[in-house]
């Protein structure tokens, strides 16, 4: 059984476009999470989402929206694509903010 | 604002040889959480090792154990009888005591020799 599952796992786009990335955690964790790794494979954090509350929120453009529809689901929505938004984006849970982070396995996001 | 720093971005070692990655923080909490965690080519996130601030124990798991020296704010991870396997992106993390994001440093690259 996967724990912290991501759609799609690639993405290839046009700039301009407009792209959701999906993820669903079956843990029961409170706690969801978004990554983004760059090109030099360095990883920061999105956002975070707490029992569906916006908790935590770095300075992203405001193209990007995530959307918690309920505690098991966190989705990034991305509006306007540009070529710097290539990436791979990490979802990851917790069972609370204080708890481990564990990891889904990426989805890789190609703007050409 | 916390920091996380890997000066080594590249490692080798061979087959069942130990090695250690290095990493150092910058904090001004007194309380916090370090992590190393591992992500193989297939790019999955994997939690290898957890240490809490206040516990003066190095945390050990396996193959796997940190040498944590708070005052210095260093944590290198060792790995012994090195395998094939580890070979891997390698990642030191901090998380502050009240939890939410994780800090992450530059990355490791760790490659095993046969």
């Known amino acids: 059984d996967t724990a912290v599952s991501q759609t799609p796992k690639y993405l290839v786009t046009q700039m301009g476009n407009d792209k959701s990335i999906k993820c669903e955690q079956n843990?029961?964790?409170?706690?969801m999470y978004w990554y983004k790794q760059d090109s030099k494979k360095f990883l920061k954090i999105m956002f975070s989402?707490?029992?569906?509350?916006?908790?935590i929120n770095e300075t992203v453009p405001n193209r990007f929206s995530p959307k918690s529809p309920d505690k098991a689901h966190l989705n990034l929505h991305i509006n306007s694509l540009e070529l710097g938004d290539s990436a791979v984006y990490f979802c990851?849970?917790?069972?609370?903010?204080?708890?481990?982070?564990?990891f889904g396995p990426g989805t890789r996001l190609t703007v050409t | 604002a916390q920091t996380v720093t890997q000066s080594q971005p590249e490692m080798s070692v061979q087959e069942a040889e130990t090695v250690t990655l290095s990493c150092t923080y910058d904090?001004?909490?007194?309380?916090?959480?370090l992590f190393w965690y591992k992500q193989p080519p297939s790019r999955q996130m994997i939690l290898v090792i957890r240490?809490?601030?206040?516990?003066?124990q190095n945390a050990t798991e396996n193959r796997f154990s940190v040498n944590f020296q708070k005052a210095a704010k260093s944590f290198s991870l060792k790995i012994s009888d090195s395998q094939l396997g580890d070979a891997a992106m390698y990642f030191c993390?901090?998380?502050?005591?009240?939890?939410?994001?994780?800090?992450f440093g530059q990355g490791t690259e760790l490659s095993v020799k046969p």
């Open positions: 990851a849970s917790s069972k609370q903010r204080f708890y481990e982070q564990y």
């Open positions: 843990l029961g964790h409170d706690t």
């Open positions: 989402y707490n029992n569906k509350e916006l908790i």
């Open positions: 904090t001004s909490e007194s309380d916090y959480y």
């Open positions: 240490q809490e601030a206040y516990k003066q």
């Open positions: 993390a901090y998380r502050g005591y009240q939890g939410g994001k994780l800090i």
